[in-house]
């Protein structure tokens, strides 16, 4: 498939009634992209005004901020930030949007909210709630066999740690 094929068939699929919340996602991410590549360029024109960088949208990686704030009047920093965004964007279509295409996986919804949701969710980053719906196959594989393996030990066998308990628990009920 061409270039062309592929963004016409992401249309239709956009279009169609049957995930109308990938469409939501699509244009939340469109928004917030074109938001920030509109703030890279006011920004970027600010420097050539004033000879100073700065790049505190919320929705800009951390790293790349940190990039140009080791030094926001060089040109090389600018462009460091800026190819560390490529690289960020880079990262998240092979990994979250190209694997979720994939796999059937709802793809925009889960690239806006790596790329601009929030940092956390209860705590836990996003990337991570991401990782573990991803390998969710894996995840529970592992324990569920950690379950069998516990089921097919032998009842038996008593460890150190429940002996003493129990013989703790002997001699509060007898006083």
Not at 138 to 159: D, P
Request: charged share 20%; net charge neutral.
């Amino acid at each position: 498939m061409t270039f062309k094929e592929h963004i016409m068939q992401e249309k239709i699929d956009l279009h169609s009634a049957k995930r109308p919340y990938e469409t939501a996602a699509f244009i939340i991410f469109a928004i917030m992209f074109i938001q920030q590549m509109a703030y890279w360029g006011l920004q970027v024109f600010r420097f050539v005004k004033n000879g100073w960088m700065t790049l505190n949208l919320p929705s800009t990686p951390a790293f790349v901020i940190r990039i140009i704030s080791i030094d926001a009047s060089k040109w090389l920093y600018v462009i460091l930030g800026f190819l560390g965004l490529v690289l960020w964007y880079f990262i998240i279509y092979l990994l979250v949007f190209n694997y979720c295409q994939k796999k059937g996986y709802a793809k925009w919804v889960w690239t806006t909210l790596i790329a601009f949701g929030p940092a956390t969710i209860l705590f836990i980053p996003t990337y991570l709630i991401y990782a573990v719906y991803v390998f969710r196959p894996y995840v529970f594989r592992f324990i569920r066999r950690g379950v069998e393996e516990y089921k097919a030990f032998h009842v038996a066998h008593e460890f150190e740690e429940e002996v003493a308990t129990e013989t703790n628990e002997v001699d509060e009920k007898t006083e």
